[in-house]
């Protein structure tokens, strides 16, 4: 393996990692109404469990209001089941067509806790780029070990593996800091 293939590998683990933690602070219930919150939670569909989303319109035509029109009004029952079964808390209001999501505005301590829970996130994302950074610095040393690249290539591709992470872990403190506002903002 060369130091060049060793970066690549690492940069596509790290991005990877960020673009995780944002769907997931996406998909994080700031009291917005966001069809991402959705993604995560499946309807049994002629025998395939499929997310929400895929079974029909989702819309938001208010900030704290998202409504789903499904394709197929069989399914209405099984939707409003699943979104009960799920840690959304929000009950459904059906009126035979289509679901309605309420958001309702979430309280101080609430908002407090998604912060911590945003915060935890954040820290284990920052944490998996790390661990990443340090396993492609090992295997250049190993290179280094084994006499296949000098010692200038070897600190050449540690500095780039260090700016390499610190460039992805400001993307994480800046989508974080993104959700931060949007969950503190009433």
């Known amino acids: 393996m060369t130091v060049k293939e060793i970066l690549d590998d690492a940069k596509e683990r790290m991005g990877k990692t960020v673009g995780y933690y944002d769907r997931d602070m996406q998909a994080l219930r700031a009291g917005r109404a966001n069809p991402q919150v959705l993604e995560r939670i499946t309807v049994d569909y002629y025998g395939t469990p499929t997310p929400i989303t895929q079974v029909g319109g989702v819309s938001s035509p208010e900030a704290r209001l998202l409504v789903i029109s499904p394709w197929d009004a069989s399914l209405l ?9 799920s840690d959304l808390g929000i009950n459904p209001v059906d009126d035979g067509k289509v679901i309605r999501l309420v958001f309702p505005v979430p309280s101080e301590e609430r908002r407090k806790d998604l912060v911590k829970q945003a915060r935890k996130a954040a820290e284990e994302a920052k944490v ?11 295997q250049v040393k190993k290179l280094k070990k084994n006499s296949e690249i000098t010692e200038d290539e070897q600190h050449k591709a540690e500095e780039d593996a260090q700016k390499l992470t610190d460039k992805l872990i400001k993307e994480i403190d800046e ?9 503190l903002e009433v």
Do not use: L, M, S
């Not at 029952?77 to 079964?85: E, L, S, V, Y």
């Not at 998996?128 to 090992?138: G, K, Q, W």
């Open 77 to 85: 029952k099984p939707i409003i089941k699943a979104i009960q079964a």
């Open 128 to 138: 998996a780029v790390r661990n990443t950074r340090r396993d492609a610095i090992e």
């Open 175 to 183: 989508v974080y800091a993104a959700k931060e506002k949007e969950i």
